[in-house]
Nanobody
Framework: QVQLVESGGGLVQAGGSLRLSCAAAGRTFNNYHMAWFRQAPGKEREFVAAISWSGAGSSYADSVKGRFTISRDNAKNTVYLQMNSLKPEDTAVYYC????????????????????WGQGTQVTVSS
């Protein structure tokens, strides 16, 4: 297993930016594909962005494409989500998730494709 801890959430005005971080415990971070999901009250948990174990591949939900960027620093055991041009509809709890690389890479995963989860960090975008 891998332990994941998100940080960087907060309150921001529409049009602003935030960078989320997800720190992973252990020395095998590069064995995992990583992703960000989000969940708003009363909504299903939805895919936001994913990055492959090596960082060579990435994908995004259509709703965030061009605004959000996922990246990883395997030396620091950390994955990031840079969020620009934030909109009120981006308001949600954002979760970091990990998938064993041996299970394969999926461009547009569901929450059920990921094995380990952080506790989440709240992002609130005011209009």
């Amino acid at each position: 297993q891998v332990q994941l801890v998100e940080s960087g959430g907060g309150l921001v005005q529409a049009g602003g930016s935030l960078r989320l971080s997800c720190a992973a415990a252990g020395r095998t971070f590069n064995n995992y594909h990583m992703a960000w999901f989000r969940q708003a009250p009363g909504k299903e948990r939805e895919f936001v962005a994913a990055i492959s174990w090596s960082g060579a591949g990435s994908s995004y939900a259509d709703s965030v494409k061009g605004r959000f960027t996922i990246s990883r620093d395997n030396a620091k055991n950390t994955v990031y989500l840079q969020m620009n041009s934030l909109k009120p509809e981006d308001t949600a709890v954002y979760y970091c998730a990990a998938r064993m690389y041996g299970r394969g890479w999926k461009l547009k995963p569901s929450q059920y494709d990921y094995d380990y989860w952080g506790q989440g960090t709240q992002v609130t975008v005011s209009s």
